[in-house]
């Protein structure tokens, strides 16, 4: 009969082991799954800084472009009212920036802003091209006109298109950059949250196997 005893109580004096195993292995999976996500909110943080960096840097291109057309404008209306070449030092230095410019700004796009640029850059070369041949104009007609005027006028509409074109673009940047931020808070305090539940519930789940692992062995005792 005390053999019998024996035998039937081993299962209940390996039932606290076993429990205590399982929960130590409860907890190293929650230190497991505490590193994955924190590689996959790193990564993550680092895609939505990026994004942010580049709409950053678009603004910047595109301030570039603006200044370089406006210089184009200055340069031939200048020139088309005075006939004075050195107007034409504003026009050469904006025409040759305004295409690396351009280029840069197309670079950092994201593909929703691609279909609006191409209509900007079409908007863009036609006013080079008015402001070209008006200064070609100017040089073999000679004196200022009316009809000069009128290109001026039909240039300087092109141009406030241009203007709202690129507040449009500008509007998109900077809300594309409030999203960013937003969006980098949101991982910033999900990945703080995660790490602090994952963190504790590893640590209770050690601790209480730990516990159980201590009775058990005091039992033996």
């Not at 005027?149 to 673009?169: K, S, Y």
């Amino acid at each position: 009969m005390q053999h019998a005893d024996l035998t039937t109580s081993r299962p209940a004096m390996r039932r606290p082991a076993l429990t205590a195993g399982l929960l130590l292995a409860g907890g190293l999976l929650l230190f497991i799954l505490l590193a994955y996500s924190g590689y996959r909110s790193l990564q993550t943080v680092e895609h939505e800084t990026l994004m942010r960096s580049r709409a950053s840097i678009g603004l910047l291109h595109a301030g570039t472009v603006l200044s370089a057309l406006k210089d184009i404008e200055t340069g031939q209306r200048g020139y088309v009212l005075t006939g004075d070449e050195h107007y034409l030092g504003p026009f050469l230095a904006g025409r040759d920036a305004l295409v690396p410019a351009f280029s840069a700004l197309r670079a950092v796009a994201t593909p929703s802003h691609a279909t609006d640029l191409d209509a900007l850059w079409a908007l863009v070369l036609g006013r080079m091209e008015l402001a070209q041949r008006n200064i070609d104009a100017r040089r073999t007609e000679g004196a200022y006109t009316a009809r000069f005027r009128a290109l001026l006028d039909q240039g300087r509409t092109v141009m406030d298109e241009i203007r709202t074109r690129f507040d449009e673009v500008d509007a998109g940047l900077r809300e594309e950059i409030v999203h960013r931020d937003k969006r980098l808070l949101e991982l910033k305090r999900n990945a703080v949250m995660w790490a602090v539940v994952l963190t504790a519930s590893g640590v209770v789940l050690i601790v209480i196997a730990y516990l159980l692992l201590q009775r058990e062995q005091a039992r033996r005792r």
